[in-house]
């Protein structure tokens, strides 16, 4: 394609499609059998812009949002209000806890902490106002919450009255291997867990754990990647929300026999026509998905071609082999003329894959350097 007015100073251009953010969240809707998902939208919304993604999320009826830092927590608020939906209306859950210093962001933007401690609800218990919490039960991951054998003694029913817990939650930690036997011991312990609470509404499922048994289920679910448009599970199949383009700075030849960029890592064996785009790892896109053993690195698609990456991804740069496209369908898209890294041609997760990384971090890292358009029907709004 070529290049969008307004994009003219800028080498990467990344677009952010909110119709297809809108349309991923309704499509997790109609495959979850429990009561409401949410939207997970910690670390700027997976990369895609918090701004932009709560009112698209809001607007397709997404009322509870899950972030990691009150900070963040405070971004999504703002977004609801200036959407015009009520605090009462729209739940915000911090995942990361209480932060005591930070407390009056949880009043002052109505945040609910995810405790995973004794301490942490005690803490919490003796500030609150009269936000509700959630309780972080640990079913197997091993990172934040309390052990899932070990609710019984540490949280007794008065605490988490006093607390205003009215959710218990959990995490999976190999949901995106369905196979994995750590699902169904999960998926069992947090069967336990509610019995034990049985006033409290539950939330167990990610993206991924969406795909698993509907016993999975429960209340509320909490997926993120897969709102984004990434892999989470063999069977969810979402759109890609983001598609990254690189504009071409030039075309031209390399003899057989000549290297092609740093450390002369990959050789042209005949004679070759180089696209030279302007975008690099200092733009978020991967080195690791440029040549790293002398083949050929991951495609980009020029033209309606998909062609292959030559040669190191540098800071700014990357050359892509064009030799197999033809002159004229070249020529046909006119000057301004961009690659497609990632999008609705390159899959994210192949690119991801091929460096060795997940569509996470590849999202999360795409840099502020860029260009960022929005599209779609809540933008216009
Ligand atoms: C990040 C996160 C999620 C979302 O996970 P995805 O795999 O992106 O769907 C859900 N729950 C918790 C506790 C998380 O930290």
């Not at 499609?17 to 700027?44: E, M």
């Not at 504009?247 to 030279?276: D, F, N």
Request: hydrophobic letters at 45%; proline letters at 5%; aromatic letters at 6%.
């Amino acid at each position: 394609m070529t290049t969008p007015a307004g994009t003219e100073g800028f080498g990467l251009i990344l677009t952010v499609d909110l119709d297809a953010l809108a349309r991923n969240y309704r499509a997790l809707c109609s495959r979850f059998t429990g009561r409401q998902i949410g939207a997970v939208v910690k670390a700027d919304a997976y990369g895609t812009g918090i701004d932009k993604a709560v009112p698209a999320l809001a607007a397709a009826g997404c009322r509870t949002f899950f972030v990691a830092l009150p900070r963040e927590g405070v971004s999504a608020r703002e977004r609801l209000r200036a959407a015009g939906i009520a605090d009462a209306d729209a739940h915000v859950h911090v995942l990361d806890g209480f932060f005591p210093r930070a407390s009056e962001l949880y009043r002052t933007f109505r945040l609910r902490p995810v405790l995973g401690s004794p301490d942490e609800i005690a803490r919490w218990t003796a500030w609150r106002s009269n936000e509700n919490a959630t309780l972080h039960v640990d079913t197997g991951i091993n990172r934040l919450g309390i052990r899932w054998d070990r609710i019984d003694e540490l949280v007794p029913a008065s605490a988490i009255k006093d607390a205003g817990v009215d959710l218990v939650m959990s995490h999976f930690a190999c949901a995106d291997t369905p196979d994995h036997p750590l699902n169904e011991a999960q998926i069992e312990r947090f069967a336990a867990v509610r019995a034990a609470f049985p006033g409290l509404a539950g939330s167990l499922c990610n993206s991924a754990g969406i795909f698993l048994s509907d016993e999975a289920h429960h209340d509320l679910a909490r997926p993120g990647i897969a709102l984004y448009g990434g892999a989470s599970h063999p069977d969810a199949k979402m759109e890609p929300v983001v598609t990254a383009e690189a504009r071409i700075l030039v075309v031209r030849p390399v003899k057989a026999g000549e290297s092609v960029g740093y450390g002369g890592v990959w050789t042209a064996q005949r004679e070759t026509t180089l696209a030279i785009l302007a975008a690099g790892y200092a733009d978020g896109y991967l080195r690791a998905a440029g040549t790293i053993d002398g083949e050929t690195g991951r495609q980009v698609s020029i033209a309606e071609h998909r062609v292959p990456i030559v040669g190191r991804v540098s800071m700014d740069l990357i050359a892509a082999d064009v030799t197999d496209i033809p002159v004229a369908a070249l020529e046909a898209e006119g000057p301004n003329i961009c690659a497609e890294l990632f999008g609705p041609t390159i899959d994210i997760n192949d690119v991801a894959e091929a460096a060795g990384t997940i569509a996470y971090e590849l999202l999360t890292n795409l840099s502020r350097r860029a260009a960022r358009l929005y599209i779609g029907e809540t933008e216009k709004n």
